[in-house]
């Protein structure tokens, strides 16, 4: 598995299909920003995360379940509609939401005990995704092929994902403490909106990642 040829494969997937994606998923990213921007100005502190977690949990299944529909269906030289999209996402939903809601929790009880355990988990659960709405497994069985699937593959994942996400971790972090944008609340929503959507393009990575070692029987 090349690192950098996944990630030249998928930057020519996105960016030559970037108005696509832009319609498929901006719409409920930007209502799923204004509906934590709400959340934030609402909710007291010390249980806004909680609500922020179940918020996401709200509208990333739809958009993210969507677009690796999408994904799949241009890999097979087919131009699926919004809605047809959309339509199936929202089925999967309650089995997809689950999933995520799994996998943030596992993520975060890593990322307490130590930032390793956090890491490690994120790249071994990375295919759960997909493996749920390409090949119907439900949630408890795409966690358990997530980690067979990835045996071998953790630095090319690892690589992947710290390349694309690095750098839009480091833009949150700034942006959440910039005094500027934290008393603006429109340039908050748009920096968030934006910052959501180019996440999108490490599930284009994945999902090539993805493609590629579901090609192979073995892992290497």
């Known amino acids: 598995m090349n690192m950098f040829s996944a990630l030249h494969d998928a930057w020519y997937f ?64 087919l131009q699926p509609r919004v809605r047809d999209l959309l339509a199936a996402s929202l089925r999967l939903w309650p ?26 988990l994120m790249v071994k659960l990375a295919f759960a995704e997909y493996l749920l709405v390409l090949r119907g497994l439900n949630p408890i069985k795409a966690l358990q092929e997530s980690f067979e699937l990835s045996d071998g593959y953790f630095w090319p994942m690892l690589g992947c994902i710290l390349i694309v996400m690095l750098p839009l971790w480091l833009l949150n972090g700034w942006s959440h403490t910039n005094e500027t944008l934290t008393e603006n609340a429109l340039a908050r929503l748009l920096l968030d909106c934006a910052s959501r959507f180019l996440q999108l393009f490490s599930s284009v990575v994945l999902f090539r990642l993805f493609m590629l070692r579901s090609a192979q029987p073995e892992a290497e």
Request: charged share 5%; aromatic share 8%; glycine share 6%.
């Open 14 to 77: 996105f960016s030559h299909h970037l108005a696509a994606i832009a319609r498929l998923c901006l719409p409920l990213i930007v209502l799923e920003g204004l509906l934590l921007q709400q959340i934030t100005n609402l909710v007291a502190a010390d249980s806004a995360t909680l609500w922020r977690l179940l918020a996401g949990l709200l509208f990333y299944p739809l958009y993210s379940a969507a677009l690796i529909l999408f994904l799949d269906a241009r890999s097979h030289g």
């Open 95 to 120: 089995s997809f939401a689950l999933l995520a809601g799994i996998n943030t929790l596992a993520i975060m009880l890593g990322a307490a005990l130590l930032v390793l355990p956090g890491i490690w």
